[in-house]
């Protein structure tokens, strides 16, 4: 049996969110198994009202995801803190903020990967459920594609292949396995990306107020603005994964299958976890078998659990 897992300790970080240009401090909070990963605002005062890290609950899709609640309260740009949870193998945690938008910090998921590694993971009593791809399922918007597929294997396989005008990005491709410790050494550094043709367009529509090269890669044509260049050549491919991640989880499970994706954006993602939901044939829930325990090797038990390394 593979065990839930969450976090050690309390942890909390504040920053800008990139579209709203608002700071916010956010307190992750340990969660009881089966909790799963919810948000909830702290400013907004009434009646405590959870925001589901699902994807019943997105609320829009421009340049970030967004997810909202019954009761109106909504919190933006959750995609690169879902990723790390989901790239550390945490289930379940709950996260305060007291503002609309997650703090953008560098405009990857590293530095929310360094503070999850630094205050500890934790095991759980009770078993991780997996959602296994039965039967493929693809969605298309434009000249954008992106599937599930089954495998063998009990992980999460992506491969994504993006090309645009600017020589500086061009055609990029890149696939991995999601197995624990990949997604920090090959996904969690790569930031989000702007080109500098947007720039007044975004602005106009209230986004990339509080964008940077603090916190984005910028692109004019065959030049990168930022001084420090890029962390890698392909890191704007590697961003489209990390953004990939983080919109799979809204499936409410950690997914057994291969994605695949020409183009991929958020609506992308989320319309293809939209279709994998409506196609209960196409998937089961599957508890997470021992066969992967060689990978969580244990250390020392806590009260809460078993401290797992990453």
């Known amino acids: 049996m593979i065990e839930q897992r969450t976090l050690s300790r309390k942890i909390s970080l504040s920053g800008i969110g990139l579209h709203s240009g608002m700071a916010a401090q956010m307190t992750l909070h340990p969660a009881n198994p089966d909790h799963g990963i919810r948000f909830r605002r702290t400013d907004l005062g009434g009646p405590v009202s959870d925001i589901f890290a699902s994807v019943d609950a997105v609320s829009s899709l421009e340049r970030a995801t967004t997810l909202s609640n019954d ?10 803190l879902i990723a790390a949870c989901r790239g550390l193998g945490v289930d379940n945690v709950l996260v305060e903020i007291d503002g609309p938008e997650v703090p953008i910090m560098d405009g990857s998921s590293l530095e929310f990967c360094n503070l999850l590694k630094d205050c500890g993971i934790v095991g759980q009593s009770k078993a991780r459920n997996v959602i296994r791809i039965l039967k493929p399922v693809e969605v298309r918007l434009g ?18 292949q993006i090309e645009f005008a600017e020589s ?3 055609t990029q491709r890149k696939s991995l396995v999601l197995k624990p410790g990949s997604f920090c050494k090959e996904l969690s550094f790569a930031r989000t990306f702007a080109c500098a043709s947007e720039l007044e367009s975004l602005r106009a529509r209230g986004l990339a107020l509080g964008g940077s090269l603090d916190n984005a890669i910028l692109v004019d044509g065959d030049r990168i603005i930022n001084p420090e260049g890029l962390r890698r050549k392909d890191e704007f491919v590697r961003h489209k994964l990390l953004d ?14 291969h994605y695949e994706a020409v183009q991929p954006g958020h609506r992308l993602n989320v319309d293809l976890v939209s279709a994998l939901m409506a196609r209960p044939g196409a998937w089961c829930w599957e508890r997470a078998s021992s066969r992967l325990d060689r990978f969580l ?5 806590s009260a809460s659990g078993v401290s797992l390394p990453i």
């Open 143 to 160: 000249d954008s594609m992106a599937s599930l597929k089954p495998t063998g294997g009990q992980m999460l396989s992506l491969s994504a």
């Open 297 to 301: 090797p244990r250390r020392a038990s």
């Open 244 to 257: 990939a991640v983080g919109d799979l989880t809204l499936a409410g499970g950690v997914i057994a299958g």
């Open 71 to 80: 009761a109106g309260h909504s919190v933006a740009t959750v995609e690169h």
């Open 168 to 170: 500086a990005i061009g």
